[in-house]
């Protein structure tokens, strides 16, 4: 398979058409940035270990029925994916008190949440990502029904539980992630973009130490080691 033309450049992905048109050609960046995109780095090596991680992590999630537009990985830097029309709403799942959440509510960080929280978040970078509620989405037409929304908080949920467990057996607590979902050709709703400490937020299960992109956000430094870490704890059992 061959990549073709750039279909879209993201924060940390390229995407590219393939002779297919049904294929696209997904490349991992090492770019770095933070507080949308006005802080900057790069990370040599950063994407071929998200390009990793996303593939253990997405066939993890198709072992437990979640159906991704994962095709194949390509190489250290490129995966394979079914081309989908992406649902504008990031859906954000918690498990414990941090970032936004606890300057939005005055959480202290670390609180571990009483329930999974699920929040929708507008996929628009000019207007700063804002959240939204179900109203909001139903306005905006970005999904055709609530059952629809429904369905995207079952699904992170859902994931939420298998990676919990997953993370908890590798002793990593994973605090909140970020995912998307498209729509392909037929109609299913497709869990899509990646799993990354990119979009995760992994700390160790002793000592709190922060193993993803907080690292870059927080100056503390060692990157690329952090995501060294994660992806060694994953292939670990």
């Keep these: 398979m061959n990549k073709g ?27 770095l940035t933070a507080f ?6 790069n990370e040599a090596g950063k994407g071929a270990l998200n ?20 095709v194949k990985t390509l190489d250290d830097t490129h995966q394979l994916v079914k081309k989908v029309k992406i649902i504008p709403i990031e859906v954000v799942v918690r498990n414990i008190a941090t970032g936004s959440l606890s300057k939005r509510l005055g959480m202290k960080e670390g609180t571990i949440l009483p329930f999974t929280l699920v929040e929708f978040y ?9 959240i939204l509620n179900d109203e909001h989405c139903l306005m905006l037409g970005l999904v055709k029904s609530e059952s629809d929304l429904e369905e995207l908080k079952r699904l ?24 998307e979902f498209g729509i392909d050709t037929e109609g299913n709703i497709l869990l899509s973009d990646e799993i990354s400490p990119d979009s995760c937020r992994f700390w160790d299960m002793d000592t709190n130490e922060k193993l993803d992109k907080d690292r870059f956000r927080q100056g503390l430094g060692d990157v690329k080691v ?11 059992h």
């Excluded at 924060?11 to 997904?26: A, M, V, Y």
């Excluded at 949308?36 to 780095?41: D, I, L, Q, S, V």
């Excluded at 952090?226 to 670990?236: D, G, H, M, Q, T």
Aim: charged fraction near 35%; charge should be positive.
């Design 226 to 236: 952090a995501y060294e870490e994660v992806l060694k704890r994953i292939l670990s």
């Design 122 to 130: 507008y996929k628009d970078d000019a207007l700063g990502d804002p």
């Design 51 to 70: 390009c990793k991680i996303s593939t253990q992590l997405f066939k993890l999630l198709e072992k437990h029925g979640i159906k991704t537009h994962l």
């Design 36 to 41: 949308n995109a006005e802080k900057r780095g």
């Design 5 to 31: 033309a750039l279909l879209y450049e993201g924060k940390g992905k390229k995407l590219f058409f393939t002779e297919d048109e049904n294929l696209l050609i997904s490349e991992f960046k090492d770019d």
């Design 156 to 179: 992170g949920r859902e994931i939420n539980s298998i990676m919990k467990s997953f993370f908890s057996d590798r002793k990593l607590k994973l605090v909140d992630f970020k995912v």
